[in-house]
């Protein structure tokens, strides 16, 4: 499959749920998703059996890489046995992103039932910036505790990623650095994104990944490398004395929708073409239907066979303003 801009599809991200634990400001601020606030009901959400259908038919279709999200996945009752379904598909690079908060308890079980890797969400070694910053007040003790969990369960190397907010946690990028510097886990800083409509996002609040770079190479001297493989989205940088890299993932100042091979379903049956998109293409109808296999590979070939998406690279005072979708629903 190949969409407007030649792009294939590659990659498949599955929101499993719309709930979590914690109220990060830019992703859900407490002050929106609050008691009042009504998540998706149980008889919404797709079943195992029908996520796990489309990604067999996404997988016939070229997808080499299945993440998990939420929300936060790991709320999801039973995840493991969604992940034993989807790893069952094939030889594909199963994964998940995770806050971290329940993952010390989940790691082995996750591991025993096919997860290839972890991504864990850790914006500051901090813990007062870290609990501000995650509006719970959950210590940042019980996040590195699950990611040396994951690792020991054979879920490594651990990715650890940090969106940085300027004013917030930008002051503490090195100590994040030193800290995972020669571990074996993989440190990558994200610029703050305009995603969804709850955030504030401002541009005077991005710091941009040349600057994050710049930042850590004063400190720990570090240089590029080449990507790992083709539409990798983040820009790898290696510590020059050998013990370990990082990378920056400058979605907004360095825009990668040329080479984008993603594909997202929310965890109520809709195909997003992008993490900016407008609204998305709803397949639970049909897996609810009579329809068969070919029926639905019909409609997600015409959703990707249609897309035009490139919104980080036209990002401007035209689509500033139009209607996003949150972050919380469609994974990041």
Not at 230 to 249: M, N, T, W
Request: charged share 25%.
């Amino acid at each position: 499959m190949l969409d407007t801009l030649k792009r294939p599809v590659r990659d498949l991200r599955i929101s499993v749920t719309d709930r979590c634990n914690f109220r990060c400001s830019y992703c859900m601020p407490k002050e929106i998703f609050n008691r009042e606030y009504e998540f998706l009901g149980r008889d919404l959400l797709l079943t195992f059996e029908e996520i796990s259908r489309v990604a067999g038919i996404l997988v016939e279709r070229g997808v080499e890489k299945i993440r998990l999200t939420g929300g936060e996945p790991l709320l999801r009752v039973e995840l493991e046995k969604l992940v034993e379904m989807l790893a069952s598909l094939g030889d594909i690079d199963l994964t998940i992103t995770t806050n971290g908060s329940l993952l010390e308890r989940k790691a082995e079980v996750l591991a025993a039932a096919g997860l290839s890797r972890v991504t864990v969400s850790l914006d500051s070694l901090d813990d007062a910036v870290f609990r501000a910053m995650n509006d719970v007040d959950f210590p940042v003790t019980r996040v590195l505790d699950g990611i040396e969990a994951a690792a020991a369960a054979g879920l490594g190397p651990v990715k650890v990623n940090a969106v940085v907010k300027r004013g917030v946690n930008d002051h503490t990028l090195v100590e994040m650095a030193r800290h995972f510097q020669g571990s074996g886990h993989i440190l990558r800083f994200i610029e703050y994104m305009d995603v969804g409509a709850t955030n504030g996002w401002r541009l005077d609040d991005v710091v941009p990944a040349a600057e994050i770079v710049q930042t850590i190479n004063a400190a720990l001297p570090c240089e590029p490398v080449k990507a790992n493989y083709p539409g990798e989205v983040a820009r790898r940088y290696r510590y020059v004395d050998g013990s370990g890299e990082f990378g920056v993932i400058a979605s907004v100042t360095q825009p990668f929708c040329g080479s984008c091979t993603r594909l997202r379903l929310s965890a109520e049956g809709s195909l997003y073409t992008c993490l900016f998109a407008t609204e998305g293409h709803d397949i639970r109808q049909l897996l609810r239907s009579e329809a068969d296999d070919i029926a639905i590979g019909e409609f997600v070939d015409g959703v990707w066979n249609g897309r035009t998406d490139r919104y980080s690279e036209i990002r401007s005072s035209e689509t500033r303003d139009l209607p996003k979708v949150e972050m919380s629903y469609i994974g990041g």
